[in-house]
């Protein structure tokens, strides 16, 4: 990765940080069923390390393709986006529609209050 396109995405991620503000607070979802939605996913991902998928520890913030110890694919390096509510929704939806090329082999949560409570739980678990 260039220093340039560190940059980029280091100055994208603290804009996404300081408009979100306290982003995990606005968040709306159910978390005590998030909670249940996430252990469903528990072979794939952790919240502090990494599995089959990367750790979802700081994710709210975080640029998509980012952390240095995991494999991404070259489309999540690419995608450019900052993980919070809005974008977990989209991805959640349609993994592989959102990023084609994703090494997420999973369909997607359709339903839309589930995605809620998922990333409801998201936002309190995965909170510095």
Do not use: Q
């Amino acid at each position: 990765m260039t220093t340039t396109t560190t940059l980029a995405r280091a100055a994208l991620a603290l804009a996404v940080l300081l408009t979100l503000g306290a982003g995990a607070a606005r968040v709306e979802g159910d978390a005590t069923r998030g909670k249940s939605i996430y252990a469903r996913y528990a072979g794939c991902h952790a919240i502090a390390r990494n599995r089959v998928g990367p750790r979802h520890a700081g994710l709210f913030g975080r640029a998509a393709g980012s952390l240095e110890d995991y494999a991404y694919s070259g489309a999540m390096k690419d995608w450019g986006l900052v993980w919070d509510a809005a974008t977990l929704d989209r991805f959640l939806a349609d993994p592989r529609g959102v990023v084609p090329g994703t090494k997420m082999g999973f369909a997607g949560i359709k339903d839309a209050a589930e995605r809620a409570d998922l990333i409801a739980y998201l936002a309190e678990a995965t909170a510095p």
